[in-house]
Every structure is written in structure tokens, then in C-alpha cells.
């Protein structure tokens, strides 16, 4: 709620119609983002790149990246920056630098 509060302070400030947000359109983040941004500014046009355009995976983010000029590090590129481990009651995703301190 935090970062969406701030994020419509600061489309108030600059006189902005819309604001962003980089959740994937598979989890709840998502939903906290959008229900703040509508609760603070009832008008404000949301966009939402995962869910709207065609990225949906990192190669096809890095891609577009790469298309526009924005550069993309190196340790950003290849395998994903977690880990997942799954069980029968849930999946539990750790961040690969916590895995190797």
C-alpha cells in the first residue's frame, strides 16, 4: 500500500493520468497494487506491462529491453535470481544471493 500511495502522490505532483506497476498478472501483488491506486485516485488509468503487453517471461522482457536501449546487466540475464522448492503444501521461493552468502 505503501508504494502505491506514494506512486499516485507523485502522478499528482507531476500531473500524471496514469501510473505503472511491474506485477505479473499470475499473483496477488497485482490486485494490492490496483485496489490502492483506485482507492487514493478513483480515475487514475493503470498500466500494467506484464499483463498487457507481450511479456511474459524474462527472455521476452530482456528482449524488449534490448529493442528500446534500456541496458540490462549481466547478472540479471540467464537463470532467474531464486530459487523455488516445492512440497505437497506449498512452494517456498529464496533469493539466490540468501542461498550463498
Known amino acids: 500500500p505503501l508504494i502505491a500511495k506514494r506512486q499516485i502522490e507523485i502522478a499528482?505532483?507531476?500531473g500524471a493520468d496514469a501510473v505503472c506497476h511491474g506485477a505479473t498478472g499470475k499473483g496477488n501483488d497485482q490486485v494490492r497494487f490496483e485496489v490502492g491506486y483506485y482507492a487514493l485516485k478513483p480515475d487514475i488509468k493503470v498500466i500494467?506491462?506484464?499483463r498487457e503487453w507481450d511479456l511474459n517471461s524474462r527472455t521476452s522482457l530482456i528482449k524488449y529491453a534490448?529493442?528500446?536501449g534500456v541496458p540490462v546487466p549481466e547478472a540479471k540475464r540467464?537463470?532467474?535470481p531464486y530459487s523455488?522448492?516445492?512440497n505437497l503444501l506449498h512452494i517456498?521461493?529464496?533469493g539466490n544471493v540468501l542461498e550463498d552468502p
Open 84 to 86: 523455488m522448492d516445492a
Open 66 to 68: 534490448e529493442k528500446v
Open 12 to 14: 499528482k505532483e507531476v
Open 48 to 50: 500494467a506491462p506484464w
Open 78 to 80: 540467464g537463470e532467474a
Open 92 to 94: 517456498s521461493y529464496e
